[in-house]
């Protein structure tokens, strides 16, 4: 491995020595730590003695490795993070970021081979997408390929990469999603004047001519099957999708069980709609307008007449969540690379952002449109749920018409939910009947009524008895012979052995 080329570290010390950085953590996943001290070298040879610059290595991130590690940076008080290997580009709330992606292998002649071969029978237009790693071998296989197709009249749309150095988004609410740059970056590559209509996920960029959709084009991904190549078929779900893999040399054309996650998707939206209590993971600490998102997601449920409850806890997994068994559902506040979690042995589904808007919004209709990016969701106009009549609504998984629960009125104000909320823990402490051993069974709204119904509620004081309970002397000595053993016993036991 070429580490000089590989890690960039004559831009990366280009980076920190224009901006005046002294204090510098470099971010690296965990299949790139192992060069974390070859990469640490590299870079103070290359910044020279005079300047003193402390560099430090973050590594087992709180979230997604993909994400810029902003709380861990700030541990160290780091004017900036550089960040290493695959990234989802997500612009940053505080801190500037540099982004080294890496540069993988891949066979240009063989790739060049494989796709021209597949174009010339298909002959629709073609927008070439890829993985970041992929990045530094993209205008070779561009010039390739027009070379290997001259008189095949094909439209070919290759994809920019939208940025590599990531700066703090001042106003979270200018995002203006998939037509425009989200965040604030610098960009390595020139796009020139857009005259149609301009696209960007995942880090990457591209221009439509006036007129056309995303429809009308064959995507092409050259990458592996990872979270990067989900988030293109989750989003461009209406689209011919085909994957090239570098490493296998193979051109998948079947991207059928990619797509089948969009019915896992909506048969999970239509199970957080008979949701009673809804928990929020915090899925990123450092993504800007994260506290916006989830401020959004808490009206939403609250005017869906549901209990919200905030948790953060890392990196979910089903022992962390199976704490809280009163959560009928959870809505995971992430990046899109990694909002997307296979929940099928969760005790309760995770759900994204946009599919709780589904979920909780009276009279919302899926069209086969998802969005990834919660930044997408921040502008978008919730609808008004409680201004409509009341009325039951049918559910899908119970087979029949059902009431949603309306925890409290919508108030303004912390004195009223406050009021709501104390209210709903009275009632909840009022389902015991005169039999203190008996418990109303029902349907829980709240954490309070989860509670009370439990079998098992831990360790209970029994306040009817005001006598202390008589305590007991242990044993004493040691465990081969306690004192209040008889000696003979053990003399036999040792015969036994020594025979």
């Known amino acids: 491995m070429d580490l000089e080329s590989n890690f960039e570290i004559s831009r990366t010390s280009e980076f920190i020595l224009s901006r005046n950085f002294t ?16 990469v640490v070298n590299s870079l103070r040879n290359k910044l020279g003695s005079a300047n003193k610059v402390g560099l430090f290595v973050m590594a087992d991130t709180t979230f ?43 066979c240009i002649s063989r790739c060049v081979e494989k796709l021209s ?6 002959g629709k237009p073609i ?40 700066n703090p988004l001042e106003d979270h609410r200018k995002s203006e999603g998939l037509l425009g740059c989200l965040g604030s970056c610098t960009s390595n590559n020139s796009l020139g004047a857009a005259t149609g209509t301009r696209y960007s996920l995942g880090g990457l960029i591209w221009d439509l001519p006036e007129g056309q959709r995303m429809e009308d084009y064959l995507l092409l991904w050259i990458g592996p099957d990872n979270s990067a190549f989900a988030n293109i078929v989750l989003t461009f779900n209406g689209c011919e999708i085909v994957r090239y893999d ?18 896992r998707r909506y048969y999970l939206v239509e199970r957080a709609k008979d949701a009673n209590m809804v928990g929020i993971l915090v899925g990123t600490l450092g993504v800007a307008g994260y506290l916006h998102m989830i401020h959004q997601m808490k009206e939403l449920i609250m005017l869906a007449g549901k209990k919200a409850y905030t948790l953060v806890m890392g990196r979910p997994n ?12 959870f809505i995971y506040v992430s990046c899109a690379q990694t909002a997307l979690l296979d929940s099928k042995e969760f005790l309760a589904p995770v759900i994204t952002p ?109 306040a009817n008895s005001a006598l202390p309970e008589p305590y007991l002397i242990g044993r004493s000595g040691k465990a081969s012979g306690y004192k209040d053993e008889q000696s003979g016993f053990h003399e036999a036991i040792k015969l036994v052995l020594v025979g």
């Open 23 to 38: 204090r510098v953590a470099l971010q690296f996943p965990d299949d790139l730590l192992k060069h974390s001290t070859k």
């Open 64 to 106: 997604g490795s993909c994400c810029v590690d902003e709380v861990g940076a700030s541990h160290i008080n780091a004017d900036c993070v550089i960040h290493y290997g695959h990234t989802c580009l997500s612009p940053t709330s505080t801190l500037p970021a540099f982004c080294v992606f890496g540069k993988a292998s891949i």
């Open 117 to 122: 071969s597949y174009f010339w029978t298909n």
């Open 127 to 166: 927008v070439v997408l890829y993985g970041l790693e992929y990045a530094h071998a993209i205008s070779q296989i561009k010039g390739a390929l027009v070379e290997a197709m001259p008189k095949a009249k094909v439209e070919l749309n290759f994809s920019d990469v939208m940025c590599s150095i990531i």
């Open 246 to 263: 570098a490493t296998e040399d193979h051109l998948v054309t079947d991207v059928s069980q990619q797509k089948r996650i969009l019915k």
């Open 318 to 329: 089903p022992a962390k969540l199976a704490n809280f068994p009163e959560c009928d559902v």
């Open 354 to 462: 946009f599919e709780a808007m589904l979920a909780f919004s009276r009279g919302s209709q899926w069209t086969g449109t998802y969005v990834m990016e919660f930044r997408d969701l921040i502008n978008s106009s919730t609808l008004e749920v409680r201004n409509q009549p009341e009325e039951a609504r049918f559910s899908f998984l119970k087979g029949g018409y059902v009431e949603d629960f309306e925890l409290q009125e919508n108030g303004d104000g912390d004195n009223e939910i406050s009021l709501a909320l104390g209210n709903a823990t009275e009632k909840a402490l009022q389902l015991r009947d005169r039999n203190p051993d008996s418990l109303v069974k029902g349907i829980a709204k709240s954490g309070a009524e989860f509670f009370v119904t439990r079998s098992y509620h831990g360790l209970e004081m029994h």
